[in-house]
């Protein structure tokens, strides 16, 4: 069945340095659409980005990511991190049409000075 | 103004007691979905609903089962609950299925502890 997987379940940077977390994903069907999520404490999780376009960029609030299917990937990327971008993230995939979202097990981002 | 209601916000049952934790949406949006989320295992999918009275299980739902009787209102229940069911739940809801795969919107969540 399908699955996203993402590698690293804590990170730890200091600010101003770059940030990429990794996701990558599974699927039998060609319509995959790749989501990021952020997750603040004590806040419903929301929608960060979203893309179904092969190698095409898609940005958001300073993050970025490209959907590349040959590779399965759909990492999120920000040149230059902040104390404020710490939070959970989710990497999520729907590939059926029929909206069923799964989502891997999550990042958590910590920016410290 | 579109939002994701669940109540309660925060909820401590005994160990088999019967838990209801509510979700309502205004948005008319056909899917609904129930998570809970674990440290370590992220967001895991106990149900969907794609519908009035139209139900799917998802990866986890041993030990739970979903009502939806109206569009804007979708029910998670706890039979007897046990204390690995101690988690933080999250209700969701999208528009129609297939339409270029819209993000869900979720709730602020309940977390529950099952002493």
């Known amino acids: 069945g399908d699955s996203v997987t993402q590698k690293e379940g804590l990170v730890t940077l200091t600010e101003g340095l770059p940030v990429m977390l990794n996701c990558t994903y599974q699927?039998?069907?060609?319509?995959?659409?790749l989501f990021w999520y952020v997750h603040y404490l004590n806040e419903s999780p929301r929608l960060l980005l979203k893309?179904?376009?092969?190698?095409k960029r898609t940005e958001h609030q300073g993050f970025h990511a490209t959907l590349h299917k040959s590779s399965s990937s759909f990492h999120l990327q920000k040149s230059s991190a902040q104390l404020s971008d710490s939070a959970l993230y989710y990497c999520a995939l729907s590939s059926t049409g029929y909206q069923n979202f799964y989502f891997g097990k999550g990042t958590s981002l910590t920016v410290i000075p | 103004d579109m939002k994701v209601t669940q109540m309660p916000r925060y909820l401590i049952k005994r160990m088999g007691e019967n838990v209801l934790l509510e979700c309502g949406q205004d948005m008319s949006h056909e899917t609904m979905y129930w998570y809970r989320q674990d440290p370590g295992l992220g967001l895991q999918l106990i149900y969907i609903s794609y519908d009035v009275d139209s139900n799917s299980e998802g990866d986890i739902p041993k030990g739970y089962r979903v009502s939806r009787k109206k569009r804007e209102h979708f029910s998670l229940i706890l039979d007897s609950a046990k204390t690995n069911q101690t988690s933080v739940y999250f209700c969701?809801?999208?528009?129609?299925?297939?339409?270029?795969?819209?993000?869900?919107?979720f709730g602020e969540g309940t977390r529950l502890s099952v002493l």
């Open positions: 969701a809801s999208s528009w129609d299925r297939g339409l270029n795969n819209q993000a869900p919107l």
């Open positions: 699927t039998i069907y060609s319509n995959a659409f």
């Open positions: 893309s179904s376009t092969d190698n």
